[in-house]
């Protein structure tokens, strides 16, 4: 529920004097906040419990009781039930009520003098509780701030420094900040702010560093892989039509498109299936697309994510996929998907129920989480992740045509080399590395970089490139079967992710 809903219901909860309420956050002093307002709007004394403090009136603030322990405060609650009516205690260090302890045990019974006085104990807490202690109650599960709420924080903490220091932020600006801050808790929200405004400006590119907040509030991101991105300047050689479609594409995640989005009950873009040679640039398209976007990569291996014991498999892509969901915006890149969706006789089922848990979450995500998957083995591809409206688009990554090695070797050789080749030697060294998958021309001019180095007496001539090259020995000469096996599946069932011209 949102702070609002909260609100609403914590209300009508404490006047119905339920006499157990689990509020299920990790955000402990907003729901406190949340209760504060609740004790003014209704008017009713509400007493609260900490560790550090005791027992305190969350209103006037005045300590009632030094109990420090959980033991010590329900003997102190159980006491004032049994001499006062209408009593409404909230405890915020209640351990050891997840399951079957002497603590949940002694709980209940001092749950049950509450409903003969009128009583209601509130419990916060981030864990789940146990099942029978739960049932002598409601539960209300807070939930994060939503974009809206997070709008209105963004707005009023900057909006107070707008005559003192420089800030280019507009309305729009505070929009997108929204969405980018979205997954994380208000105070983190607010440290986030702080740390621009000590700055002593706020300025446009503010918002693309605001997408990499997130990898310092999120250090230990289970399941997944970060992947730095610092020095990264490849570009799309070759691949045309994915460019184009990805940049279309990225224009719908502006909020004002979004919001037109929604109006028309359209889901924004949700990801790739990238398949083909190896080799080819599916792989390197994921961290170009980041680049690209200007969003943190992260990559989820669902090879790795398989546990041994039952259950562990689903559980971990679940904790997996929801971490990628607290650091959204972000791309994320699974790399080989079908190595991890392989069965054996063992599978017992997981593979398939690993599918049909990353397809759900696919189709239901809420968070601006872009996947890229890639596979080189099409034939081990579940039917269900080829369905069509699964992903967005399928794309078939073809080896490079005449007029795309030209590209792609006029990158490497810039960049290994440091040297812009002259365009008869490039046209010369397209005719000889026909059938090169762009890894393949990558290897090679990396190659001659390292004899450079290596060798101080070696001369970088034109005629040294050719003769290099003329050594390699591409895969499609290697394993022609499995490359025309690939090509021939790739040009009847997907998009391909470059024009083709020669």
Not at 168 to 179: L, P, Q, V
Not at 292 to 307: H, I, K, N, S
Not at 333 to 347: A, S
Request: hydrophobic share 40%; proline share 4%.
């Amino acid at each position: 529920m949102n702070y609002d809903e909260c609100l609403k219901i914590t209300k009508r909860y404490l006047l119905a004097r339920i006499p157990f309420i689990s509020y299920g956050t990790v955000e402990k002093n907003r729901a406190l906040d949340l209760i504060t307002k609740v004790s003014e709007d209704i008017k009713i004394p509400i007493f609260v419990h900490s560790m550090s403090k005791g027992v305190y009136n969350i209103q006037t603030k005045e300590l009632l009781s030094e109990e420090k322990t959980i033991m010590g405060v329900l003997d102190y609650i159980a006491e004032q039930f049994k001499t006062r009516e209408n009593l409404t205690f909230v405890l915020t260090e209640a351990t050891d009520i997840n399951e079957d302890s002497l603590v949940s045990r002694y709980m209940m019974d001092v749950i049950s003098l509450a409903e003969e006085k009128g009583g209601t104990i509130l419990v916060i807490t981030s864990d789940p509780v146990w099942t029978h202690l739960q049932r002598l109650g409601m539960n209300i599960t807070m939930s994060l701030p939503t974009e809206e709420e997070i709008y209105k924080i963004i707005k009023e903490n900057i909006d107070y420094y707008r005559n003192q220091i420089k800030i280019e932020w507009d309305d729009e600006n505070y929009k997108e900040a929204a969405t980018i801050l979205t997954g994380i808790s208000e105070i983190e929200i607010k440290n986030v702010l702080s740390s621009l405004v000590a700055k002593g400006e706020i300025v446009k590119q503010d918002l693309v560093d605001l997408k990499f907040a997130k990898d310092r509030l999120f250090s230990n991101i289970n399941g997944l892989e970060k992947i730095s991105m610092e020095g990264f300047n490849s570009s799309f050689a070759g691949l045309d039509v994915l460019y184009k479609w990805l940049m279309e594409k990225k224009e719908l995640l502006l909020p004002s498109k979004k919001e037109e989005l929604k109006k028309r009950n359209i889901r924004p873009p949700r990801g790739i299936l990238l398949v083909g040679v190896p080799g080819c640039g599916k792989s390197l398209s994921a961290k170009v697309i980041a680049n690209t976007w200007e969003l943190p990569l992260y990559r989820l291996d669902f090879a790795t994510v398989q546990g041994r014991y039952v259950g562990q498999s689903e559980q971990q892509l679940k904790d997996a996929l929801e971490t990628a969901e607290h650091v959204s915006p972000c791309i994320l890149w699974i790399d080989e998907i079908e190595k991890g969706l392989v069965q054996d006789n063992g599978d017992s089922g997981v593979t398939t129920r690993m599918v049909g848990q990353f397809l759900f979450w696919l189709q239901e995500c809420e968070k601006d989480v872009f996947v890229i998957a890639t596979a080189n083995d099409v034939t081990k591809l579940p039917s269900e992740l080829l369905r069509k409206g699964r992903f967005d688009e399928l794309f078939f990554v073809d080896l490079p045509t005449d007029s795309e090695r030209f590209d792609i070797l006029k990158m490497y050789i810039k960049k290994y080399l440091n040297i812009d080749p002259p365009e008869v030697l490039l046209q010369e060294l397209v005719k000889i590395t026909d059938g090169f998958s762009g890894a393949d021309l990558e290897a090679s001019i990396r190659d001659i970089s390292y004899k450079l180095i290596a060798e101080p007496d070696f001369k970088l001539t034109g005629q040294a490139l050719i003769d290099s090259l003329n050594k390699v020995v591409p895969m499609i000469k290697t394993n022609p079967e499995k490359v025309n096996f690939i090509r021939s599946w790739g040009h009847d069932r997907a998009q391909p992710a470059s024009s083709r011209k020669q």
